[in-house]
């Protein structure tokens, strides 16, 4: 049987655990400030254990450490892409981007992705497995291991569907922003979805202070379909009724992403939908001009139409900015250097 990992287990479950290895319940928060505050990478640094507790529990569980594959830093030193190694020998994309106002961590939530959004590398190999709450919380440690600043904001933006792997996703937030561990705010999480309907609204229901953000990509559904198979499950009105549900509960503002790919969806006649489909609503859009994939013919808006489609949305009063583009020139596009280096391991 496959060993659990210890990394996994948030404060209660772990001081169960200990319980049933008839060791003390004070135990087990020191184990797990070591994991989780001092961010160590092997349970022989835990120095106030003795040597007999920590033999026992390297032999009882797994502890996922997540170790650098590859880091390919921008020009500007001010984004640095990261490609971290499972225990599987598996590797994922996460990228740190500091900002003025902190740093930044952009984690993957599976390994690949099974959305099959057409415009996007990380789903092209398809979905290889999800990521545990440990995978996910170890990207943000093993930034700040390599880059010794602390991170304030935790996108969920990387590789793969967030809510696709609904219970990780849980217990890693709940573990990130827990005053046992590096105790980010909620309100500096926001996970972005492709538009699952059933977890949105679950998810509106979890009380949490994160921000949701929906990748909208196209003001109608015909134009949506095209760009995202996800779009033949749901329709963009029963997704905005639960971007309304999920401001209902949470009193949290939506986001909504909206990738610009010239000639397709970057027309002020879609811009003009956009804005009649979100007016008087207390949301945001990010507009993204598209980061393109070398396996697709998409090509990225160029800035007057980036510039005026903002302009359209602005004049209907709906907040839109333009996503500061950090890191292309180190392709930091999703999922692009992680296909390269397969591809560069499979020549
Ligand atoms: N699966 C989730 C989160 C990962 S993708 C989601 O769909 O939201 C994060 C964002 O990047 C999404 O809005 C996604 O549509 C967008 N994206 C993917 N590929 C892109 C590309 N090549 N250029 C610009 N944005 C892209």
């Keep these: 049987m496959e060993k659990i990992d210890i990394k996994c287990l948030d404060e209660t479950q772990l001081k169960e655990v200990f319980v ?41 569980f797994a502890f996922t450490v997540l170790t650098k594959a590859e880091m390919l830093v921008s020009s500007d030193a001010s984004t640095r892409k990261y490609l971290l190694r499972l225990a599987d020998n598996n590797v994922i994309e996460t990228v740190w981007m500091k900002y003025r106002h902190g740093n930044s961590v952009c984690i993957s939530s599976q390994v690949g992705c099974r959305m099959g959004c057409s415009f996007c590398a990380s789903t092209l ?47 890693f937030i709940r573990m990130l922003t827990d005053d046992k561990g590096l105790h980010l705010s909620q309100r500096n999480v926001t996970v972005s979805t492709c538009g699952l ?38 329709r963009i009105e029963q997704l905005l009724e639960a971007c309304d549900y999920y401001f209902e509960k949470t009193g949290r503002r939506v986001s909504f992403e909206y990738s610009l790919i010239q000639g397709v969806n970057d027309s002020p006649k879609e811009a003009e ?31 007057t139409n980036v510039l005026r489609f903002q302009k359209i949305l602005e004049k209907a009063k709906i907040n839109a900015t333009i996503r500061r583009e950090m890191g292309t020139d180190i392709d930091a596009a999703c999922g692009q250097l992680r296909r390269r280096y397969m591809e560069a391991r499979n020549e």
């Design 20 to 60: 049933k290895l008839s060791e003390k319940p004070f135990r087990a928060s020191q184990v797990y400030q070591w994991m989780h505050q001092k961010l160590v990478t092997s349970i022989d640094e835990m120095t106030n254990l003795s040597k007999d507790l920590r033999a026992k529990l390297g032999e009882q």
């Design 125 to 171: 190999g398809g979905k290889i497995r999800d990521l545990t709450a440990a995978e996910m919380l170890e990207q943000v440690y093993a930034i700040i291991r390599d880059t010794g600043e602390r991170v304030s904001n935790v996108v969920v933006m990387g590789t793969g569907e967030p809510l696709d792997n609904y219970d990780n996703l849980l217990q």
């Design 197 to 234: 309907l059933e977890p949105m609204r679950r998810l509106a229901e979890e009380q949490l202070a994160i921000t949701l953000a929906l990748s909208l990509h196209a003001p109608n559904d015909e134009l949506r379909k095209q760009l995202m198979p996800v779009a033949k499950a749901y």
């Design 273 to 303: 939908q956009l804005a009649g489909l979100l007016y008087g609503r207390n949301c945001h859009v990010n507009l993204i001009p598209i980061n393109p994939v070398k396996e697709k013919s998409y090509r990225r808006s160029d800035v």
